[in-house]
């Protein structure tokens, strides 16, 4: 299988996340930040991951411009799912997360939803990623990958 886990990060625990889902996927994967992929080349991979930290419960501007700039070819039945980084925090919980967000557009835009959008923690903005959460991260992405 051929993989792509596209993700933006702030402070880098959006990219340590995004890496694990790399390894737990395996096989044939790259990993890019976003703004340093075409749209056009998402056709060209059986599963596209995607991934922001929440910020005041959306996704990051730079994967918003991303994510409009899909055309509805691009990501047509391809294999698609979506992660974020977030706080465990009430008030988060309110505005929302950014998974569910990408995940949408996602699926807006043609592609196959195989999972819903899935959160992982960090402990502070600025993180570190909550203990466990890599290992989870890593399972979750073998589980897609795992999936028909």
Do not use: C
Not at 37 to 60: C, M
Not at 97 to 102: D, M, W
Not at 120 to 129: A, E, N, S, W, Y
């Amino acid at each position: 299988m051929k993989a792509l886990v596209v993700y933006d990060s702030l402070y880098g625990n959006t990219e340590q996340v995004a890496k694990a889902i790399a390894g737990g996927i395996g096989g044939e994967v790259k990993v890019v930040k976003v703004g340093e992929v075409k749209t056009a080349e998402l056709k060209s991979y059986d599963l596209v991951i995607v991934g922001s930290p929440t910020q005041r419960g959306r996704h990051t501007v730079a994967m918003k411009t991303f994510l409009d700039s899909i055309l509805g070819d691009e990501v047509k039945s391809v294999r698609v799912a979506a992660f974020d980084t977030r706080l465990k925090t009430k008030l988060v919980k309110l505005f929302g997360y950014a998974a569910g967000r990408i995940a949408d557009a996602l699926k807006d835009k043609g592609g196959n939803l195989v999972a819903p959008g899935e959160g992982f923690l960090v402990k502070g903005t600025r993180g570190p990623v909550v203990d466990g959460e890599i290992e989870r991260a890593a399972a979750w992405a073998k589980s897609i990958a795992e999936s028909k």
